[in-house]
């Protein structure tokens, strides 16, 4: 395969505009208001998989928003490549953090992206690396170098636990059939440290609801007589870690997969700055579980954290009063080979038992997601390495991330073929937050090392 730069350096400018105008719509899964884009913006991949070079590309609708599909089959002897990706983003909120709207991409020079990041929401998570994916297609289709087969399968429901994706997975096992997942919805470390994620964590969330006195009561009348939801809801919270920051639900860590010694001195010796990551932060220290270091807590230890809490009076000024109920949104990051859906059991049994006299407490689960992990002895991960060679000219780290991507664990169980991570992106993109941005570089590096996967790919399976 020759290296795409000389085509990416020709047709760069329009590399750019196409992918700002896809981050003009505003894809948020999240929010039935913007439904319309949400559709809206599948049809404008669909257009672009046909202006790439697929063969046949279709709208498949699901209960929930459409997925695109397309492929291009060259012989059912050659390898066949899926493609995965999300066209959905995440809601942009809190607006009025963003320097520039959200949905109006401005391109800026950061001290990371010298070259310049487009800022908008989606732009790295994960329109723009969804897109590197179809631009790539774009080069081997127009030289004439697609080496093997080729399917994609874009959805719009990621950020909203990809239920739809799930559904049609199971039914169309054979359309779907590959020899290898390619995904670029991750990161790496630096741009001059290449990195393949090789690993994912799993995912319960939960939502819990503590309810006191059948209405809101003044809080001088009755306070210090009766529960306060509020008060009870946050020190039942503070509960759930004891002083080294473990987690107290019993059972827990049952299940949890414990890395060998061996092990965690290969993560180790990833490059990591105590000094630049705080720095980044703002922060003066981190902060975890007792005897790990934060590449470990951040990816191979589970966790659980309040991602939002509400009750009582918050507007402007005092009110004072003890509130009926108080809420919050729990979400606990899993790791092989803990069970989603018992450790949501385990979660609800416990708190409700925490749960003092004179308050009721209901827990409703939300999604979840199974972890995985990735072996670095397959022939994708080999493949992913090579092509790193190629176009970073260094050999690219595994690294186990802390996010999530629940359905990749659904693709190895009804698909059974492994998923290779191939990201793109930096933890300092600030994906799900405002301001996010993708570095050009980066943009055009993926578009780069893309096609080389799919050469070094076909040419070990047929070795
Ligand atoms: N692309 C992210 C996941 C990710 C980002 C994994 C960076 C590794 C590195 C994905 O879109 C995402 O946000 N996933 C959610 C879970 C989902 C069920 C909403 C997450 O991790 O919170
Ligand atoms: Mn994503
Ligand atoms: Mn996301």
């Known amino acids: 395969m020759k290296s795409a730069k000389p085509y990416i350096e020709e047709h760069k400018d329009r590399f750019l505009t196409e992918l700002i105008d896809l981050l003009k719509i505003p894809s948020i899964s999240a929010d039935k208001a913007y439904a319309n884009d949400v559709i809206k913006t599948a049809d404008v991949i669909k257009e672009s998989l046909e202006k790439a070079g697929c063969d046949k590309v279709e709208i498949c609708d699901t209960p929930g928003y459409p997925i695109v599909y397309g492929e291009k089959m060259l012989d059912p002897k050659l ?42 929401r989606g732009s790295c998570d994960d329109k723009g690396q969804m897109y590197m994916h179809v631009k790539a297609m774009e080069y081997m289709t127009a030289t004439n170098q697609l080496p093997c087969n080729v399917k994609f399968m874009i959805e719009g429901e990621e950020e909203v636990g990809s239920e739809s994706l799930g559904w049609f997975v199971e039914r169309n096992q054979e359309k779907l059939a590959n020899d290898v997942i390619l995904i670029s919805d991750t990161g790496m470390i630096a741009n001059d440290i290449p990195s393949i994620t090789t690993g994912l964590r799993g995912l319960s969330y939960v939502e819990v609801e503590v309810t006191g006195p059948n209405r809101d009561l003044h809080s001088g009348l009755y306070g210090g007589a009766v529960a306060n939801p509020i008060n009870v809801l946050t020190k039942m919270i503070a509960s759930l870690h004891d002083d080294d920051n ?14 060998s010694k061996e092990e965690r001195a290969k993560m180790a010796e990833a490059p990591f700055s105590k000094e630049a990551y705080c720095k980044a932060l703002d922060i003066e220290d981190v902060y975890g579980e007792a005897g790990y270091t934060t590449n470990e807590r951040n990816s191979i230890r589970p966790t659980l954290d309040v991602n939002g809490i509400w009750g009582g009076y918050t507007g402007e000024g005092a009110k004072t009063v003890i509130a009926s109920k108080a809420y919050a949104k729990i979400s606990m990051r899993l790791v092989p080979d803990q069970n989603w859906k018992e450790i949501t059991e385990l979660f609800k049994n416990y708190f409700e038992s925490i749960a003092p006299k004179g308050v009721t407490v209901k827990v409703n689960p939300h999604h979840g997601g199974t972890a995985y992990v990735t072996p670095i002895d397959s022939l994708g991960y080999k493949a992913a390495s090579n092509a790193y060679e190629t176009t970073f000219g260094k050999t690219p780290i595994p690294q186990r991330s802390g996010g999530s991507i629940p359905i990749v664990a659904l693709f190895e169980k009804e698909l059974k073929s492994k998923t290779i991570l191939m990201g793109f992106g930096l933890d300092s993109d600030a994906i799900h937050s405002p301001n996010e941005h993708f570095g050009i570089w980066n943009y055009l590096k993926g578009i780069e090392t893309i096609p080389q996967f799919y050469h070094e790919f076909t040419k070990l399976k047929n070795s």
């Open 246 to 259: 473990h987690i107290t639900i019993p059972g827990f860590y049952d299940k949890v997969e414990e890395l």
């Open 79 to 120: 390898p066949t490549i899926l493609v995965y990706g999300h066209y959905d983003v995440q809601p942009p909120d809190p607006i009025n953090l963003w320097d520039s709207p959200p949905f109006e991409p401005v391109i800026k020079k950061t001290e990371l992206h010298p070259e310049g990041a487009i800022f908008a």
